[in-house]
């Protein structure tokens, strides 16, 4: 199974709202509402994000806010602050309970 | 707040047995509401899942590896197991136990809502 497909790099100034896309196929993120979105700072375990495309975790900032159009799915994160400089991934379950992540994304706060 | 600890050797040899433990504390493996999965990472690159258990022993694999990879429970030391064998260069990663948690029924199947709670991950390196 091929990983979904994320842009390797985002960035923004403080302040600003930057989007990530997970693009995938109809047999996972297309075909499912169970994309889920991690945070891992450098040297860090991945963090909890997102859920069911759009849910957030208890304690995850409203800044960070997750959607989904066909076969891609997109965290966006409002008002960017520094602490938010971190790779990002995301997951898509794939059927047969079997789930794929993304390649990732290094988000940098200029 | 449940917490989890990867153990194991950081160096195996090519071609010999991948294994390591994942100690949960804070929580019971038995409770029957999370699965209990690992996930690695390559160096420099993106995230892998391997597998999970329940506690039960229900297991669900990635396919790419199922013909490698074995994950167990015992529950009576609250801990889960993976086991990689015939390893490669390509198996060296950093490996982390995490909870899935949240479960829920779709279309027959027990899913858990995402990944959350990890373990701080240990480097298996392979190498003669």
């Known amino acids: 199974q091929s990983a979904l497909t994320q842009p390797p790099s985002a960035s923004g100034s403080p302040g600003q709202s930057v989007t990530i896309s997970c693009t995938g196929t109809n047999s996972d993120v297309g075909g499912y509402n169970y994309v889920s979105w991690y945070q891992q700072h450098p040297g860090k375990a991945p963090k909890f994000m997102i859920y069911e495309v759009s849910k957030r975790p208890s304690g995850v900032p409203d800044r960070f806010s997750g959607s989904k159009s066909g076969n891609t799915a997109s965290l966006t994160v409002s008002g960017l602050q520094a602490e938010d400089e971190a790779d990002y991934y995301c997951?898509?379950?794939?059927?047969?309970?079997?789930?794929?992540f993304g390649g990732g994304t290094k988000l940098t706060v200029l | 707040q449940v917490q989890l600890r990867e153990s194991g050797p950081g160096l195996v040899k090519p071609s010999q047995t991948l294994s390591l433990s994942c100690i949960v504390s804070?929580?019971?493996?038995?409770?029957?509401?999370?699965?209990w999965s690992w996930v690695r990472q390559h160096p420099g690159e993106g995230l892998e899942w391997i597998g999970y258990?329940?506690?039960?022993?229900?297991?669900y694999y990635n396919p790419s590896l199922r013909s490698r990879v074995s994950i167990s429970v015992d529950a009576s030391k609250n801990q889960f197991s993976l086991k990689l064998n015939s390893v490669t260069a390509a198996d060296t990663a950093v490996y982390y136990c995490a909870r899935a948690g949240d479960l829920f029924y779709y279309s027959g199947y027990l899913l858990p809502s995402g990944f959350d709670s990890w373990g701080q991950g240990t480097l298996v390196t392979v190498s003669s």
């Open positions: 997951n898509s379950y794939a059927g047969g309970n079997n789930w794929i």
């Open positions: 804070g929580g019971s493996i038995s409770s029957g509401t999370d699965y």
């Open positions: 258990i329940y506690y039960s022993g229900r297991t």
